[in-house]
């Protein structure tokens, strides 16, 4: 009896792990992406054309360039970089701010987040769904890490006065980013200005001069 309630146990532990990981567990070693593939999504290359460059990615060590009104640089490791990181769900990128560099409030629809910092200040935080809205927020030094929920609108901002470089890691091979400012007033073609005014309790004129910007 005691075996069978082991055994179910285990069977049951297994199928919950099944249902709730993010990402399924690979069927083979590898299946390093091939864009030209008629497959829609992870089309593979057949192995014995796969080579180390499939898995390798050189660049990290160069600072982004920071020349823009964001005062920020990603540097992005995914598996469009990368195509050996299909199906591995995993992908990394570095962060490069200059001072009073900041990266929009955004979201990763696929992914969770973990920041590290490996030079200077960086603000990090995100907000929790409704209902509360609850803001959570830290200033990161060197070697400090701050872990994003999944989906969860955040931001990153240098605090410091000199520049700071993060890496970040993600769950997903290509974790997708949607910036709120430029999904909302972005979008293409627009959303309704008269819906986002009363959405956003702004008048016609001002939701429209924002839609010009983005």
Same mark, same amino acid.
């Given at each position: 009896m005691a075996k069978t309630v082991l055994l179910l146990g285990i069977i049951a532990l297994n199928v919950f792990c099944t249902v709730f990981a993010f990402g399924p567990i690979p069927l083979q070693d590898f299946c390093v992406a091939d864009p030209a593939s008629s497959t829609r999504v992870n089309g593979c290359h057949v192995p014995a054309t796969v080579q180390a460059d499939d898995?390798? @990615?050189?660049?990290? $060590? +160069? #600072?982004?360039?920071?020349?823009? &009104? @964001?005062?920020?640089? *990603?540097t992005p490791v995914? +598996?469009?970089?990368v195509p050996g990181l299909n199906t591995l769900g995993l992908s990394i990128a570095r962060l490069d701010f200059a001072p009073g560099g900041f990266i929009p409030p955004h979201t990763h629809p696929r992914a969770t987040e973990i920041v590290a910092v490996l030079e200077g200040s960086l603000e990090v935080g995100f907000v929790?769904?409704? &209902?509360?809205? !609850? $803001?959570?927020? !830290? /200033?990161?030094?060197?070697?400090?890490? @701050? /872990? /994003? &929920?999944l989906g969860l609108v955040h931001y990153q901002r240098n605090v410091g006065t000199g520049n700071t +470089?993060?890496?970040?890691? *993600?769950?997903?091979?290509? #974790?997708?980013?949607?910036? /709120?400012?430029? #999904? +909302?007033?972005?979008?293409?073609p627009a959303i309704n200005s008269d819906y986002l005014a009363k959405s956003f309790l702004l008048d016609k004129k001002t939701v429209e001069e924002l839609q010009a910007k983005f």
């Open positions: 898995f390798f @990615f050189s660049g990290l $060590h +160069v #600072a982004g360039n920071t020349t823009n &009104p @964001f005062g920020a640089a *990603l995914t +598996v469009t970089q929790t769904t409704n &209902p509360g809205y !609850k $803001h959570f927020n !830290k /200033v990161l030094e060197k070697g400090d890490v @701050f /872990v /994003v &929920p +470089v993060a890496i970040a890691a *993600l769950n997903g091979q290509n #974790a997708g980013i949607i910036a /709120v400012a430029s #999904a +909302v007033f972005g979008a293409d």
